[in-house]
């Protein structure tokens, strides 16, 4: 679960990318965060993964208050995320098997675990068949499903994916979406930020606008919703 | 940290080694350097101080009797010279002895001395072994004080010139220490730096999926106790070798410094030798890895 209150982000004075943003996701939700470049919805995803802390108002993810968490505390955090990203960041020296594994390991699992959970994660998102590869063998829509496979793998709440079709083609960036949904049909929160108006209208869900640092529009429904209000 | 993580610390550790092998060698090699340097500065310090110790503690000191006294009065004497602190033993030389150790250092020429056993012009004396080197001129005082003491002799000057040069080189000694320990620290840190800088975004990676700083700098943590413990036990068997061959060829030969025997001393070089480097390579590794945590 995720909860913002009043929360205000500066880079500095007189550059507030956050303006006082009230916003609650529950478990199990699929939302969509857009919004134009520069309108905060980066600043947002930031927050969720703590890779910012909030310059006022209260940010709670998961059970942790980002606002007063210690440095410690923060890869307990983000354990209890799985992220995503538009350039995939695989390592690139490592095999896709091994890009998967390396999340478990960091958790301290079992080679046992390791082994029984990601080929599981890896089949998931159809990818185990080139599980020896190298990223770089791979097309861009097969590595991002790599780096869904890492976000998944150690099983967490909420899976946050910041442009994650950013860098493939209309094909691909539906399969991934698709993937996405199937992943939150098994019961994990997703939190996709994207621009892309075309394949948030594919979807019927919750669609949280952000312009100019303000949320602009909440809603279940497409993006073209939020532009006619 | 995890069982099942220390395989994967280490391959990763030892990995990086070789895939930096230019830089992993430069920073063995000023760590060799290093050690060389300061261990050689106090195996000097060493062997001065045995040079002081043995001058002092193998009977330096001779205390000549009062020619007067007979030899029973000057072996009376003997208790009261035991009694002055930082006496360690006496050993009381009658005036036949000492004229029969003088026929010894003559040699062949020893006829020179035949007819004084008659009429011995030597005195009866003491030779004193003291505990303390320290209060080296405190005692030859309070022996000098014994009534019936005429005279006594030592090495005072030689030894307080050592003293002095022992000195010295315990304080170059020092400074080599703290110097070339910083110089190792600044390699072994940019060598750890460069592995880092090569694999700052994996870190980033890794700190986003949820690695601890622990879990990031460990493999390099590793990197650096490997690199260090390895010039340590290189610059141990150098140091032996070195300093063995050393004395063999002259240094043994110049009597006025002892030379200290390097196998009584070994395990203290490899001991220091190597949680000077593991030290010095942790330290490196921290410095250099800390700002790269910064996710």
Same mark, same amino acid.
């Given at each position: 679960?995720?909860?913002?209150?009043?929360?205000?982000?500066?880079?500095?004075?007189?550059?507030?990318?956050?303006?006082?943003?009230?916003?609650?996701?529950?478990?199990?939700?699929?939302? @969509?965060?857009?919004?134009?470049?520069?309108?905060?919805?980066?600043?947002?995803?930031?927050?969720?993964?703590?890779?910012?802390?909030? %310059?006022?108002?209260?940010?709670?993810?998961?059970? @942790?208050? %980002?606002?007063?968490?210690?440095?410690?505390?923060?890869?307990?955090?983000?354990?209890?995320?799985?992220?995503?990203?538009?350039?995939?960041?695989?390592?690139?020296?490592?095999?896709?098997? &091994?890009?998967? &594994? @390396?999340?478990?390991?960091?958790?301290?699992?079992?080679?046992?675990?390791?082994?029984?959970?990601?080929?599981?994660?890896?089949?998931?998102?159809?990818?185990?068949?080139?599980?020896?590869?190298?990223?770089?063998?791979?097309?861009?829509?097969?590595?991002?499903?790599?780096?869904?496979?890492?976000?998944?793998?150690?099983?967490?709440? %909420?899976?946050?994916?910041?442009?994650?079709?950013?860098?493939?083609?209309?094909?691909?960036?539906? &399969?991934?979406?698709?993937?996405?949904?199937?992943?939150?049909?098994?019961?994990? %929160?997703?939190?996709?930020?994207?621009?892309?108006? &075309?394949?948030?209208?594919?979807?019927?869900?919750?669609?949280?606008?952000?312009?100019?640092?303000?949320?602009?529009?909440?809603?279940?429904?497409?993006?073209?919703?939020?532009?006619?209000? | 940290?995890?069982?099942?993580?220390?395989?994967?610390?280490?391959?990763?550790?030892?990995?990086?080694?070789?895939?930096?092998?230019?830089?992993?060698?430069?920073?063995? !090699?000023?760590?060799?350097?290093?050690?060389?340097?300061?261990?050689?500065?106090?195996?000097?310090?060493?062997?001065?101080?045995?040079?002081?110790?043995?001058?002092?503690?193998?009977?330096?000191?001779?205390?000549?009797?009062?020619? !007067?006294?007979?030899?029973?009065?000057?072996?009376?004497?003997?208790?009261?010279?035991?009694?002055?602190?930082?006496?360690?033993?006496?050993?009381?030389?009658?005036?036949?002895?000492?004229?029969?150790?003088?026929?010894?250092?003559?040699?062949?020429?020893?006829?020179?001395?035949?007819?004084?056993?008659?009429?011995?012009?030597?005195?009866?004396?003491?030779?004193?072994?003291?505990?303390?080197?320290?209060?080296?001129?405190? !005692?030859?005082?309070?022996?000098?004080?014994?009534?019936?003491?005429?005279?006594?002799?030592?090495?005072?000057?030689?030894?307080?010139?050592?003293?002095?040069?022992?000195?010295?080189?315990?304080?170059?000694?020092?400074?080599?220490?703290?110097?070339?320990?910083?110089?190792?620290?600044?390699?072994?840190?940019? !060598?750890?730096?460069?592995?880092?800088?090569?694999?700052?975004?994996?870190?980033?990676?890794?700190?986003?999926?949820?690695?601890?700083?622990?879990?990031?700098?460990?493999?390099?943590?590793?990197?650096?106790?490997?690199?260090?413990?390895?010039?340590?036990?290189?610059?141990?068997?150098?140091?032996?070798?070195?300093?063995?061959?050393?004395?063999?060829?002259?240094?043994?030969?110049?009597?006025?410094?002892?030379?200290?025997?390097?196998?009584?001393?070994?395990?203290?070089?490899?001991?220091?030798?190597?949680?000077?480097?593991?030290?010095?390579?942790?330290?490196?590794?921290?410095?250099?890895?800390?700002?790269?945590?910064?996710?």
């Amino acid at each position: 679960m995720i909860r913002m209150n009043d929360v205000y982000q500066s880079y500095g004075p007189g550059t507030k990318a956050l303006k006082g943003v009230d916003l609650r996701i529950d478990d199990g939700e699929f939302v @969509f965060i857009v919004g134009p470049s520069g309108s905060g919805k980066s600043t947002l995803a930031k927050l969720i993964t703590a890779e910012l802390r909030p %310059t006022e108002g209260r940010v709670v993810v998961n059970d @942790f208050n %980002t606002s007063k968490m210690k440095m410690s505390e923060v890869p307990y955090l983000r354990r209890t995320l799985g992220i995503v990203f538009q350039d995939f960041r695989l390592i690139e020296r490592k095999t896709v098997y &091994e890009n998967v &594994e @390396f999340a478990m390991r960091i958790v301290g699992a079992s080679p046992r675990e390791i082994k029984r959970r990601v080929s599981y994660v890896l089949d998931l998102v159809g990818i185990l068949h080139k599980a020896r590869r190298k990223p770089t063998e791979l097309s861009g829509g097969e590595q991002q499903r790599v780096a869904i496979a890492r976000a998944l793998v150690n099983n967490p709440n %909420t899976i946050i994916a910041d442009e994650p079709t950013g860098n493939l083609d209309p094909d691909r960036s539906l &399969e991934i979406m698709m993937l996405l949904q199937h992943i939150n049909d098994l019961g994990t %929160t997703v939190i996709v930020v994207t621009h892309e108006k &075309e394949l948030v209208n594919q979807f019927d869900k919750r669609v949280v606008a952000i312009d100019g640092g303000l949320i602009i529009s909440d809603r279940q429904g497409g993006y073209f919703q939020y532009e006619q209000t | 940290m995890n069982r099942h993580n220390i395989v994967y610390f280490f391959r990763e550790g030892i990995k990086s080694i070789f895939s930096h092998g230019f830089m992993s060698l430069a920073s063995v !090699t000023v760590m060799i350097t290093c050690l060389l340097l300061t261990g050689t500065a106090l195996l000097l310090v060493l062997s001065v101080n045995l040079t002081i110790e043995s001058m002092v503690t193998l009977g330096d000191i001779r205390a000549y009797v009062d020619e !007067t006294y007979t030899r029973e009065e000057a072996e009376a004497l003997e208790n009261k010279l035991r009694m002055i602190e930082n006496v360690s033993g006496v050993d009381f030389i009658p005036n036949d002895r000492a004229l029969e150790e003088m026929r010894d250092e003559f040699g062949t020429d020893s006829w020179l001395l035949d007819g004084l056993e008659y009429d011995n012009p030597l005195r009866h004396s003491y030779r004193i072994m003291v505990v303390n080197i320290d209060e080296y001129d405190q !005692t030859i005082a309070d022996i000098e004080s014994v009534q019936g003491i005429a005279d006594v002799h030592s090495s005072r000057e030689s030894v307080n010139k050592l003293s002095v040069i022992r000195n010295i080189l315990g304080t170059v000694s020092l400074s080599l220490m703290v110097l070339l320990g910083a110089v190792a620290v600044v390699i072994i840190s940019n !060598t750890i730096k460069l592995a880092t800088f090569d694999r700052r975004e994996e870190i980033a990676i890794m700190k986003m999926i949820g690695a601890t700083d622990g879990f990031i700098r460990f493999p390099f943590i590793i990197e650096s106790v490997i690199l260090s413990q390895v010039a340590a036990l290189i610059a141990f068997g150098l140091q032996w070798l070195a300093y063995n061959y050393i004395v063999s060829i002259g240094l043994s030969s110049i009597e006025l410094i002892e030379m200290i025997d390097f196998s009584t001393v070994k395990y203290y070089f490899l001991g220091g030798f190597m949680s000077t480097a593991f030290v010095f390579g942790v330290l490196g590794s921290i410095i250099s890895i800390r700002k790269f945590l910064k996710v």
